[in-house]
């Protein structure tokens, strides 16, 4: 229905930036109508909401440990979700995936059960 590869992950310094990418494909995938967002999850720890973008990128919700560092956007001409991570932590270091919402959802923006469709992950890793 649909697929999201995400790509970006690397190794970097603390202080240090990335940007992941999320493209997504699909008859099914409706880019004016499914919110999206990135969740992170790292060795022995659940995962964890990070940032959300409604339909056409109208609202945004971070949480609270990565606000004024990470923004997130989306392209919907591209079919691209972005997660721009500025001032990176040790903390940050986990496999981050994009997920989207079902098409018309007004479900949870900060939780899984909110989302229907995950990418594979990629991973970011932060050393001291």
């Known amino acids: 229905q649909v697929q999201l590869v995400e790509s970006g992950g690397e190794l970097v310094q603390a202080g240090g930036s990335l940007r992941l990418s999320c493209e997504a494909s699909?008859?099914?995938?409706?880019?004016?109508?499914?919110?999206m967002g990135w969740f992170r999850q790292a060795p022995g720890k659940e995962r964890e909401f990070v940032a959300h973008i409604g339909w056409i990128g109208e609202r945004t919700y971070y949480a609270d440990s990565v606000k004024g560092r990470f923004t997130i956007s989306r392209d919907n001409a591209k079919k691209t979700l972005y997660l721009q991570m500025n001032s990176l932590k040790p903390e940050d270091t986990a496999v981050y995936y994009c997920a989207a919402q079902p098409d018309g959802s007004r479900g949870s923006r900060t939780t899984p059960y909110g989302y229907s469709y995950w990418g594979q992950g990629t991973q970011v890793t932060v050393s001291s």
């Open positions: 699909g008859r099914t995938f409706r880019p004016d109508r499914m919110g």
